[in-house]
């Protein structure tokens, strides 16, 4: 499984990254904002996003929102992981579609069980 | 039409008289007041000098925030550069070790079956080099069984190892956080900065000095909420908005019915018809 892993923070790109091949994913490619991450979706394999919400350029919800509302993307799985906790932080997140949300610091385990819920669903 | 006319004076007469007798009550006053201006004046002065300096020194405070900011990333990465290291370095070992543990196993099966054919040659007649050979050989397997009770401990700590490095990985999301902390000030300050700029543009103050502009290094998005919190708090709270959205049930129809629709071709040529 591909995931791409959209944050204009370098080490959360890292971190992430290192999360997921923790846990047994190995195929991973990242872009740094929203509109970097749509031109990846285009040419690059994806099967699973994980995209955070506070970004330049593209935010995470309006990245969401595109992916949605293409017609040959607008099912891929989409997985939230930003410091955003409030609930109406969630709400919208929800309201823009994302499959799941995890609030930032996280864990490798909360990570694991996210995807495995969002895979579950699919 | 005399006796009008010097009616009518005698009123101005008196409106003049109210008139000096108001000025000779207001002139203190008046006098008061310049004296008091004119103390001010200085005192005003000095407010001006500093808020000026104030205003000046901002982007230097705000710079210093964002040299924080670059420098924490700077050694961020060092500590995940290093981290990946001990990461890969963990890989070999554990590869090393699970080939060593396989030669242990494979270096038992051969020396039972060099202890066969030894057996086998030398027959039941010698019975004390057999009894020789049986001693060594246990003395051998009990070795062999600390070393493999060694290796269970090592492993065991390398998995501590690894464990403990990825955690140490995980508390740095910390500087992600705190780059968000910092640039929430840092837009805080850039908007105290502007006011006080548009107050001293507006009187003019401190002459033709100009104060420098705050030097924002590109498009910084940030949550100015963000905060380091270990505890599960907001995670379960999102789970619980997420539980009661029935999202975990959803499959990709759900999904896909939701996505925004082409209009169909009657529902445009409708659309038309009412026009």
Known sequence: MKFLVVDDSQTMRRIVNNALKSIGYDEIIEAEDGKDAMAK???????????DWNMPVMNGLEFTKAVRADEQFGNMPILMVTTRGMKEDVMEALQARVNN???KPFTPQVLKEKIEQIMKTL | ???????????????????????????????ELFYFVNDMAPILEEINSSIYESTRRIPRASSQLSKVTEETEVATKEILDNLDGVLG?????DANF???VADLTNLQALDDEMST???RSLGPNKLKALNEISAIQERKRSHIAALRSNAAGLEKNLKL????SNDIMMSLQVQDITAQQIASVNHLIQSVQERLSGIIDRFKMSGDQVVDKIDVNGDVAFDPLAVYDRSDKRQKTADEIINKSNLGKRNPDTLRHQAPNPASQDEIDRLFRKG
């Open chain 1, 41 to 51: 979706l285009y040419i690059e394999n994806v099967n699973f996003v994980i995209t």
């Open chain 1, 101 to 103: 949300y995890v609030v």
């Open chain 2, 1 to 31: 039409m005399e006796l009008e006319n010097d009616g009518g004076i005698l009123d101005k007469i008196n409106e003049l008289r109210a008139l000096f007798i108001f000025g000779q009550r207001v002139i203190p006053f008046l006098e």
């Open chain 2, 89 to 93: 370095k963990l890989d070999k070992i």
């Open chain 2, 98 to 100: 699970h080939n060593a």
């Open chain 2, 117 to 119: 054919i030894v057996r």
């Open chain 2, 161 to 164: 190892i690894r464990r403990s």
